[in-house]
């Protein structure tokens, strides 16, 4: 089962990839604004350069040039190219370049999956940062012109979501910008908590974090006997849920008493419950090669075979899973 994009956000994607004239993947040389957001490591990058026409007077600067550079997936490309062609069709100044949202880009799509709104999110995020890095080069006072710059959040905040590198000032201002009010609109969004998931619950976490900025908790959030679920971020081909996997105080001394074969079948179990129904509505599955004390081997197939995240798959999903529910040593070795 494939994700549902919209024909204008595939044919975006596939003029992109095949280079076709008028599209915008690439790197503009000496540019004029350079901004990124995400991280390779995480599975989602976007390095976001563009030009203008320099007027004596900088706020009047024209951007006439717009490119990107992204790891990620089909979203990722569309949203990038979508984002560069509404500024160049407006042909807006850097100013007026801020304006632009998210929603404006999902506008343009048509539509996007709402598992992949964080594309869409990583555009903006990427041309804020492009506009102070102009604003930088050209000597624009921006707190001046009462606009505020969210750059020290990165670098002085809390981290929060270790998996993605997203910190407490940067998860809430984008809690407040998009409205999130539960954990999974929070990953759909912004793919916090959407790696090992150990940020959900734990203290000064996602939940944490939405009762200070809401004040009280969500109807859906405070049942705690119930699994949290979060859209799988590490595959392109659909977003099943995923239930939080409940941590273990001690997972070792736990299995301690064991057979091999005792927790063999435990590995078994969990990847038949948690793991394997998430895959297979990703249009995928993941058999199970072998198990050698606590390395397990396993082969993805389907659409997650040739998938370029089935690495961040096993580390995020399957591993972390197994780690949490069975025990804290095991290794997965993709075959």
Known sequence: MGWEYSE??????????????????GEIENPDGVGEHGSIACGDALRFTFRVEKNEDPLKDVIVESKYLTFGCTSAIAASEALC??????????????????????EFLEGLPQQKIHC??????????????????????????????????????????????????????????????????????????GGCMSCHHAPGGLQDILNEVWGTKKASDTDAAKP???PLTAIDSAAPAIPAPVPKK???????????????????????????????KDGGNIEIFDIKDLVVYVELTGACADCASATQTLKFLVENTLKSQVDERIRIVQV
């Not at 299995?255 to 297979?280: C, F, T, W």
Request: aromatic share 6%; net charge negative.
């Open 8 to 25: 204008k956000t595939k044919q975006l994607f596939m003029d992109a990839v095949h280079g076709k004239p008028g599209t915008h993947l």
């Open 250 to 280: 001690s997972p070792a001394s736990d299995n301690s008493g064991l057979s091999p074969y005792q927790i063999s079948r435990k590995i078994e179990q969990v990847i038949d419950s948690y793991i394997r129904p998430m895959i297979q």
């Open 228 to 230: 949290s679920f979060v």
């Open 85 to 106: 062609c509404i500024i160049e069709d407006r042909r807006i100044t850097p100013l007026e370049a801020l304006k632009i949202t998210n929603d404006d880009i999902v």
């Open 120 to 193: 869409s999110v990583m555009g903006a995020e990427a041309l804020e940062a492009a506009v102070f890095d102009w604003a930088r080069r050209r000597g624009v006072k921006l707190s001046e012109l009462g606009i505020e710059s969210h750059l020290e959040e990165e670098e002085e905040g809390r981290m929060v979501c270790k998996c993605f590198g997203l910190t407490e000032p940067y998860i809430k201002r984008k809690i407040k910008e998009l409205n999130l009010h539960t954990i999974p609109e929070i990953t759909g969004a912004i793919k916090a908590g």
